[in-house]
């Protein structure tokens, strides 16, 4: 059984951008890992960030900053 | 960690292989630029990896052996270079994004007209509907010899009896079967086959091609410098030269030509029965637990190592993901760049999680993953 539980998805246009992200993130100390691109959100595949819903702010932040391309922000349970 | 996405790419290569890239990158020159020793070494094993390929495929002609980057490459090659304005391609709901999204362009940019031969809920096609679809300006048929999302093989020499009956150039795209099974494009009776070196064969990645039968005329996607003709405004017609414009990746050719050596010292059937075996255990294991869902057709006598499924209505991503950083089980999930094969099979919404095994995965592998996926099904 998958214990789901509530979390921030951040999604990219591209992989670079995803790659980008955790690149920033990791550098930063912010936390998050990349999952595959949750169907719920697009039935497409790629990657997505994936994150605590609390850190929504400093995440948006952060890639607004490094100029980071952004598709979408979701909350869901992953 | 437990790498099941050989169908995506093996990650894991003979030894061999690594090796045989490693001394190229000191050793080879530029092929047909000069006939420096470097140069020369390079020439001589482009030409050496050419034939292998041609015995390993049943290619009629070593020059007819042309290297590009994968299946993609080729299969954009092949189909743009044999397709034009108006014409009519038949195609089937197996085929991947790399036939697909160059067959919709041509039909926007160049009124060409695409007929699909349907699958069926088990993926299988209908043998049948090739012929009945065959219109005056049909051109070629396209197809696929083993779905990348079912690990169903299709039956070719029937499609090729009713393309040579009527005159059609058949394209074969062999990604899933090169280096996994035996395969003689003379015996499937394919016009051209397009092949991808870092799949089955087991060699590094940006390495792949086609081989082209005797009197199939293919016009060049790339234009460009070629070491031969360089005051002729156009592109020597002759192949491989014709379709391979500029520096080819040697050093990694070098290294798809160890593998093939792997393979043939191996012996391509030992390799397929392993295979096999480990997704007949793999498949034996789970059918039957409570909530999975099995795609393709099981009941086939040959089929590449490939497991779709899906567990209860989770998603396939999070699946994925559990089995990637609960159980370090390395899988795909998603759509598998196979919209129409997702659509028959009806998982367009939620997709699939594909397990591929390879040479290098052993009976140990197959084991834990049973357990996971038993664990996750609970």
């Known amino acids: ?78 | 960690m437990i790498y099941l996405d050989n169908a995506a790419t093996t990650l894991h290569k003979p030894r061999q292989v690594i090796e045989a890239v490693v001394e190229a990158m000191s050793t080879l020159g530029n092929s047909s630029r000069g006939l420096s020793s470097c140069s020369l070494k390079a020439s001589r094993t482009l030409y050496e990896t050419r034939v292998k390929i041609s015995e390993l495929f049943g290619c009629p002609r070593a020059d007819n052996v042309i290297f590009l980057q994968n299946s993609t490459e080729a299969l954009n090659t092949a189909i743009n270079g044999t397709v034009f304005s108006k014409d009519h391609v038949i195609t089937t709901d197996l085929e991947h994004n790399s036939v697909l999204r160059p067959l919709y362009r041509l039909k926007k940019e160049k009124d060409v007209e695409l007929s699909f031969v349907p699958a069926d809920s088990k993926g299988n096609l209908s043998l049948e509907s090739f012929e009945k679809l065959i219109k005056h300006n049909t051109k070629a048929i396209i197809c696929n010899h083993a779905s990348n999302l079912t690990g169903n093989i299709v039956d070719l020499s029937k499609i090729s009896t009713i393309a040579r009956r009527h005159g059609l150039i058949f394209i074969v795209d062999v990604s899933q079967t090169a280096g996994c099974i035996p395969l003689n494009m003379e015996e499937i009776g394919a016009d051209i086959i397009c092949f991808t070196g870092h799949k089955g064969l087991m060699g590094p990645q940006g390495t792949g091609g086609m081989c082209i039968r005797e009197g199939i005329d293919i016009k060049p996607l790339k234009v460009g410098g070629t070491g031969v003709k360089s005051y002729s405004t156009d592109q020597p017609k002759e192949y491989p030269t014709r379709l391979e414009a500029g520096t080819l990746n040697s050093h990694g050719i070098a290294g798809l030509s160890a593998a093939i050596d792997f393979i043939q010292s191996t012996g391509i059937n030992i390799i397929s029965q392993k295979e096999t075996r480990l997704m007949n255990i793999f498949y034996e294991g789970i059918k039957d637990i409570k909530g999975i869902e099995i795609y393709g057709d099981f009941s086939l006598l040959q089929r590449v190592a490939i497991v779709a499924l899906n567990i209860h209505d989770y998603d396939s991503a999070l699946v994925s993901d559990t089995l990637s950083e609960k159980y370090k089980i390395a899988t795909r999930p998603g759509a598998h760049c196979a919209p129409r094969m997702h659509q028959a099979l009806g998982t367009e919404n939620r997709g699939a999680v594909r397990f591929s095994f390879s040479w290098f995965n052993s009976d140990e592998d197959v084991k834990r993953t049973i357990q996971a996926v038993k664990e996750i099904a609970l």
Do not use: H
């Open chain 1, 1 to 78: 059984m998958i214990e789901k539980s509530l979390k921030l998805i951040i999604t990219f246009p591209t992989t670079t951008a995803a790659i980008a992200m955790e690149k920033i993130c990791l550098s930063n100390k912010l936390p998050g890992r990349l999952i595959p691109l949750p169907r719920e959100i697009d039935s497409s595949c790629g990657m997505a960030w994936c994150a605590p819903p609390e850190n929504r702010k400093e995440l948006e932040q952060i890639a607004k900053e490094k100029e980071i391309k952004i598709s979408g922000v979701y909350q869901l349970y992953f």
